[in-house]
């Protein structure tokens, strides 16, 4: 099977299709549930552009909408996580409740038809999973049907014991399927971590695919933080595990050519500061690695340098199920 033909990957035009084909319609990762616990505790985030957040209710519902303001489309929370009373947009103070409704619009003035009741804000849909918040605009399925086999695959793990400790956000200049063509196998391993690759056994390395994500694993060496199995889940989002936690990553594309990597970390004894500054940084360094390769190939993928080859059948299946993933939602719509 030959890798996805380069003109998905570089133009302004592949961006806009993912985002209203894929983005829009899927189940998105907006953090650790831990970060809504109190009445205005809000996420607010960026899904390939479209702006969302949720927030807790007075009642204790989490509830989801467009983070854009119904009178002249202003942004109302600020991206990343905080408190909130009235949601009040910054341009003109629009007020909404913590269910959408507009509550006040001051100055708006008299003698038009103007009703607050027919503006509320535009609703998204909200989910917890296991102590994770998703996200989606127009969801074409139930996020347990995107999660498929993740959800048995993970049934013996404690990922909702594990205490959110640290956000890290990494922006670098290549296309997001560039990046995740990456992340979906180990074929580079040996050419970009050479540390990471002395601490494995990489003939023992193997990448499967399943519904709704593909798993790696390897044995590891004495010294490696990583416990030995890596997960991505469609179409965006990563699980890795290691000794006492786990680290999750959303990988966000800004534009066409511009990817950011939103990471959180979650630990089951966050009292030890030293270890876990340790492992943050340990785990951030190989995802570092990885920014100079996938630059680079998205330079001779938009500059036609580059015409589709052959992918492994022994370390590339990943990347051949994320790829037919892509071509099946861009083909369906």
């Known amino acids: 099977m030959l890798n996805l033909d380069p003109a998905f990957y570089a133009t302004p035009r592949s961006f806009m299709d993912e985002r209203d084909r894929i983005f829009a319609k899927t189940w ?8 809504l616990s109190e009445r205005g505790d809000y996420i607010a985030a960026e ?9 807790t209710g007075r009642d204790g519902a989490l509830r989801g909408f467009r983070n ?3 009178h002249r489309g202003a942004r109302l929370l600020p991206e990343g996580s905080g408190r909130c009373g009235p949601i009040r947009c910054p341009y003109h103070s629009w007020a909404y409740d913590d269910e959408g409704r ?31 918040v998703f996200a989606a605009v127009a969801p074409d399925t139930e996020l347990e049907q995107q999660l498929g086999d993740l959800i048995p695959e993970l049934a013996d793990e404690p990922i909702e014991t594990y205490q959110a400790v640290r956000e890290e956000r990494l922006t670098f200049d290549a296309n997001w399927k560039i990046y995740t063509d990456n992340f979906v196998e180990g074929y580079h391993i040996p050419g970009i971590h050479p540390s990471f690759f002395a601490a ?10 399943h519904d709704g994500f593909v798993r790696m694993t390897a044995p590891p060496r004495e010294g490696l933080f990583y416990r030995g199995k890596w997960l991505w889940m469609w179409p965006n989002w990563t699980l890795s595990l290691f000794a006492g936690g786990m680290n999750t990553s959303r990988i966000n594309p800004l534009d066409h050519q511009r990817t950011e990597l939103i990471y959180n970390f979650y630990f089951a004894d966050p009292a030890d500061q030293s270890a876990i500054d340790d492992t943050i940084a ?8 990885d920014f100079e390769i996938c630059i680079e190939t998205h330079k001779n993928y938009a500059t036609g340098g580059y015409t589709a080859g052959p992918l492994s059948p ?6 051949r199920y994320f790829q037919h993933k892509v071509k099946e939602s861009l083909a369906a719509a």
Not at 47 to 55: D, E, H
Not at 282 to 289: D, H, I, K, P, T
Not at 314 to 319: A, L
């Open 314 to 319: 022994r370390h590339e299946e990943g990347v």
């Open 282 to 289: 340990r785990n951030l360094a190989v995802v570092r690695e």
């Open 28 to 35: 998105q990762l907006l953090g650790p549930v831990s970060r």
């Open 102 to 132: 507009l509550v006040a619009a001051p100055w708006f003035g008299e003698g038009s038809a103007f009703r607050k009741e027919d503006w509320p804000l535009k609703p998204i849909r909200v989910r917890e999973w296991r102590g994770l």
């Open 200 to 209: 494995i056994d990489f003939k023992q390395f193997s990448t499967t695919a």
């Open 68 to 70: 854009v303001c119904r």
């Open 47 to 55: 899904i390939a552009g479209l702006k969302v957040f949720v927030v």
